[in-house]
Nanobody, 119 residues
Framework: QVQLVESGGGLVQPGGSLSLSCAAP????????MGWSRQAPGKQRGWVAR???????NYLDSVKGRFTISRDNAKNTLYLQMNRLKPEDTAVYYC?????????????WGQGTQVTVSS
């Protein structure tokens, strides 16, 4: 069973920065589209940023210009650099990897890492 592993969460003051990492052992990382999602208390999980296997990126409007998603295929690792953090960014952040071969879909998730933005 493939398990992605997030790290880097924590408590930060508004306006601060955090960098999240997601290790993805056991998959051919370069074949996967990768993404970050988040779930705040009492809310549904929603996507935040994604990056294709070719490196194209998309962002949720509310994080554009503040968050940067990147990947290092040699290290099988996904990153999310979060700057100018706001209290509304507080959530559990999950990484996700998706690939499709023919009719077979591969969809893996991490266990999540808590990000709390508070003074």
């Amino acid at each position: 069973q493939v398990q992605l592993v997030e790290s880097g969460g924590g408590l930060v003051q508004p306006g601060g920065s955090l960098s999240l990492s997601c290790a993805a052992p056991g998959i051919i990382f370069s074949f996967y589209a990768m993404g970050w999602s988040r779930q705040a208390p009492g809310k549904q999980r929603g996507w935040v940023a994604r990056i294709t296997s070719g490196g194209s990126t998309n962002y949720l409007d509310s994080v554009k210009g503040r968050f940067t998603i990147s990947r290092d295929n040699a290290k099988n690792t996904l990153y999310l650099q979060m700057n100018r953090l706001k209290p509304e960014d507080t959530a559990v952040y999950y990484c996700n990897g998706f690939s499709k071969v023919g009719l077979i879909e591969y969809d893996y998730w991490g266990q999540g890492t808590q990000v709390t933005v508070s003074s």
